[in-house]
């Protein structure tokens, strides 16, 4: 396994466990459709949260959650469309968190950014 992947499977694991202390109920994790991923589908009291998790060893590339852009965003949306769809959830409130994970040598640091961007149309 790659350091990347690696990486990436530390914080969605630390992202996962701090959803759950912050009153998450973790849905599925890594959930795959035809559209791509999402890393963690929870509810947070009545709202579906679709989260999307950017983990970074450094600075060197800019702040994790910078890394979730329009592009991004448009394949969350589908994704999280369609599982609403076929869980029959679409009459739930939904919205999408992102969940910045560093893991710098100096420390580990976990930011929730809650209600991060609203559902992308388009392409």
Do not use: H, W
């Not at 969605?12 to 559209?35: D, V």
């Not at 369609?82 to 968190?97: E, G, P, V």
């Not at 420390?107 to 209600?115: A, M, P, S």
Request: aromatic share 10%; glycine share 8%; charged share 30%.
């Amino acid at each position: 396994m790659t350091q990347n992947l690696r990486t990436g499977k530390l914080g969605e694991q630390m992202a996962a466990a701090y959803l759950e202390e912050a009153g998450y109920r973790i849905l599925e994790q890594n959930y795959r459709c035809r559209f791509g991923e999402i890393d963690i589908i929870a509810r947070d009291g009545d709202t579906i949260v679709f989260v999307e998790v950017k983990s970074r060893r450094s600075d060197k590339y800019g702040l994790p959650q910078l890394a979730v852009g329009p592009d991004k965003q448009m394949r969350i949306s589908k994704i999280s469309l369609f599982y609403l769809q076929t869980k029959r959830l679409d009459s739930y409130n939904a919205r999408f968190d992102v969940v910045a994970v560093s893991l710098k040598p100096e420390g580990c640091r976990i930011e929730l950014i809650k209600d991060a961007f609203e559902l992308a149309y388009g392409r």
